[in-house]
């Protein structure tokens, strides 16, 4: 799967979760898609590792932004997988 495909993916899924229509969401309900509780969500948000903006002085997760931080990690990951086999 190449990288336009994996983002997309992402999307899907979060558009799934989520809804088409919202292009934000909480901390803790971003943080839940990747397994985090409410603590931890907000814990990797203030470290980074949960993409969030700041609309009115209140920080959410932006649903794109969420989608492409997945896709780099899954290409990461990926990219991992292959340089560790040996051909």
């Given amino acids: 799967m190449d990288k336009s ?9 979060l558009q799934g979760r989520f809804g088409p229509d919202r292009v934000v969401v ?12 409410r603590t931890a969500s907000y814990t990797a948000a203030k470290r980074g590792d949960l993409p ?10 932006s649903i794109v932004a969420l ?4 896709d780099e990690a899954s290409n990461t990951e990926s990219e991992r997988s292959d340089a560790g086999c040996s051909s």
Avoid: D
């Fill in 5 to 13: 495909e994996t983002f997309a993916t992402w999307m899907a899924i």
């Fill in 26 to 37: 909480s901390i803790p309900e971003g943080g839940a898609v990747i397994g985090l509780g």
């Fill in 67 to 70: 989608a492409q931080k997945l």
């Fill in 52 to 61: 969030t903006i700041k609309i009115n002085g209140v920080e959410k997760v």
